[in-house]
């Protein structure tokens, strides 16, 4: 007797598999057992391989089906067909599978002692395994919107998502634009705007998810299925597609293909995110993608929700340690990329803060010696990105004083002062002269330089255009800064609008946009100004800017020139062009005009002076709204025009102190 037929001959059924056993009452039901089994054990290769005798790498939809141009015929014998990603490294030895199969296939009595309810989360999601006769779309649901909200991740949560952004990558169609919009972030928003430390391994990954014939990082194997791929790899690719879709704002698409291709990835990107927990598993590739979604949430016109997701970001690098400075972090995250995305962080939360008029959250990361000294062996070399960060610097450490409750003294305006104008001579000479430039890229610095320095001023200097602010200081330093407050209006405005003629991120990029408008609405109030013909050319020049059609038609829907404008920008448009008739309508006048806005603070009826109306925001989206009588029934004797500027900037769902400035 050989070892074969003793071992069948000594062979006892498993308890498991007794229950079964015992309804086995013909050969036929036999060979049909047997064979489900042998199918268990073999079930690592989709159907269509298994049919061509093919390999399969064990994902959904495999590489296999992926390149020959159905991935809808690929499926698995079973409804979950590759192990879910084991915790803490520990995988499923190959018997365990149609172990776990055996048991769902079987029944549960009634019979069997519980001490749980039925309502019970475990109880529920038993419930939910049972495998006889299953709905599709009920267990879809139930998986998708049922478990979430109990607290439980669907098994195949992670795995699903990155097959799913997997799926961008297979055509030629989506591989073209997926280069597209990378190399456009690569050449028209990355020189500009540093977020991404180490670009090239971004684009190595994308090189190869592109090209079929390469084994992307972290795909897995026959033997080792592509739901246990590195967490690494799936943060790496969150970040790409996150890439993708800021490339895709700045694209030369058409506006509907442009937001299009901007959700998608979007999209993916989100998903990838929720699949990694990313809140639980924070790495310095989830703090970029953060970033990045910051700034794609603002060109989405969506500011306030990337201002919000700025403080998950700033916690989320507090807990990797990247607020200190030290030399050697335990999140592997070497000094030289700690410093710069510490340095990148500030940019971001203390430019959008003063957007906002709220209080930064980065005076943590705010290291001086983060920045480029400025020293005698660095006069003209400071580019474009070093300077933003000492503007980045300059804001957190002046802001506080505004926020703090008390005004800026007159000598801190001109310790501002000087500090902005020694980075001068450390700047590279293209950045100090316009007929220094050489190249596109230089001019684009050099007016998108002046364009944030004079913001920063300009914003910082505001409060002076209250009567309470410059009565605390003598009237030659109040004036004295005021001038100084026109002149960075005026340098501001102009620089928006050259960035206007010669690149599309100043009509795209919301930063650009709220900055440039806000200077030429400010210029429109003030009495000082507004009279000024360089501030009517300016009017004119920026209205006949915002209203080219060629960027704003989405898909031959009826539209108008302002719809990829925020409602906050489409107020301050309409209030351009009210103010600019104003002021036409007082120049053909023999006497002044009281309906145009003079240079008054706070008039002497300023307390009892009437609540400003509210604009509704859908006469604004519908294009109904009367600006031009709703800015003549105001009496601007009882407002500053720093209280005009708010009011058109404001959200009017909020009042008082609690008003958001858009």
Not at 604 to 618: F, G, M, S, T
Request: one cysteine or more.
């Amino acid at each position: 007797m050989d070892n074969r037929e003793r071992d069948a001959r000594n062979y006892t059924p498993r308890s498991r598999d007794a229950s079964s056993l015992n309804d086995v009452t013909n050969s036929s039901v036999l060979r049909h057992a047997l064979r489900e089994r042998r199918f268990a054990r073999n079930r690592k290769a989709c159907l269509p391989c298994r049919e061509r005798k093919v390999r399969c790498d064990g994902s959904l939809p495999c590489l296999t089906c992926s390149k020959r141009q159905h991935p809808d015929l690929c499926q698995f014998y079973q409804p979950r067909p590759y192990p879910v990603q084991p915790d803490d490294g520990a995988r499923k030895t190959p018997e365990a599978a149609p172990q776990k199969w055996s048991l769902s296939a079987s029944p549960r009595t009634g019979t069997s002692p519980s001490i749980l309810g039925d309502s019970s989360i475990l109880a529920v999601t038993r419930q939910s395994d049972a495998p006889s006769h299953p709905e599709p779309d009920r267990q879809s649901a139930f998986e998708d919107g049922i478990l979430p909200l109990l607290g439980i991740r669907g098994s195949s949560c992670l795995s699903t998502s990155k097959h799913r952004q997997d799926d961008l990558f297979v055509g030629g169609v989506n591989n073209r634009e997926a280069v597209l919009l990378f190399e456009t972030y690569r050449h028209s928003i990355h020189p500009f705007r540093a977020i991404v430390y180490d670009l090239t391994e971004v684009e190595e990954l994308m090189c190869s998810l592109l090209d079929p014939c390469i084994e992307p990082q972290g795909r897995g194997t026959p033997d080792i299925p592509d739901a246990i791929a590195s967490r690494h790899t799936m943060q790496l690719r969150a970040l790409l597609h996150a890439i993708l879709a800021y490339g895709a704002q700045f694209s030369d698409f058409p506006v509907d293909r442009r937001i299009q291709l901007t959700q998608k990835h979007l999209t993916y990107t989100l998903n990838i995110l929720r699949s990694v927990q990313y809140l639980s598993n924070p790495s310095k590739e989830t703090l970029q993608t953060l970033m990045v979604l910051g700034c794609v949430l603002q060109n989405d016109m969506q500011p306030q929700a990337a201002w919000m997701l700025g403080g998950t970001t700033i916690r989320l690098a507090i807990f990797l340690g990247i607020d200190k400075r030290s030399n050697q972090y335990t999140s592997g995250i070497s000094p030289e990329e700690a410093k710069f995305l510490r340095l990148a962080i500030t940019w971001q939360d203390s430019l959008l803060s003063l957007a906002f008029d709220r209080p930064p959250a980065t005076y943590e990361m705010d290291h001086e010696d983060d920045l480029t000294p400025l020293d005698m062996a660095n006069i003209g070399t400071l580019n474009y990105r070093k300077c933003i960060n000492w503007l980045s610097h300059l804001t957190l450490r002046h802001s506080s004083a505004l926020r703090s409750g008390s005004s800026m003294s007159s000598k801190q305006y001109m310790e501002l002062f000087e500090q902005v104008d020694a980075m001068d001579k450390f700047l590279m000479p293209y950045l100090q002269d316009r007929q220094m430039c050489s190249c596109l890229k230089e001019v684009q610095e050099y007016y998108g330089l002046q364009l944030h320095r004079n913001f920063l001023l300009s914003t910082l200097c505001r409060p002076l255009l209250s009567s309470r602010v410059r009565s605390c200081m003598s009237e030659d330093d109040a004036n004295a800064i005021l001038q100084r407050f026109y002149v960075s209006l005026r340098h501001g405005a102009r620089s928006f609008l050259h960035l206007r003629s010669i690149t599309c991120q100043a009509k795209r990029s919301w930063a650009f946009v709220h900055n440039g408008l806000t200077s030429v609405l400010l210029l429109s109030f003030m009495k000082e100004t507004r009279n000024l013909e360089e501030t009517k050319q300016m009017q004119s020049e920026l209205l006949e800017s915002l209203m080219e059609e060629d960027d704003c038609v989405v898909s031959g829907r009826e539209s108008g020139p302002l719809t990829q404008l925020s409602t906050t920008h489409q107020k301050a448009v309409l209030a351009i062009q009210a103010l600019a008739k104003l002021t036409k309508e007082e120049t053909t006048t023999t006497t002044e005009d009281l309906t145009a806005p003079p240079f008054t603070s706070h008039g002497p009826n300023a307390d009892d002076a009437p609540a400003l109306p509210v604009l509704p925001e859908e006469d604004i989206q519908a294009g109904t709204l009367d600006m031009d009588e709703l800015l003549r029934n105001i009496d601007y004797n009882c407002y500053s025009p720093l209280e005009a500027l708010d009011f058109i900037l404001s959200d009017q769902s909020m009042s008082g102190q609690d008003a958001f400035l858009l």
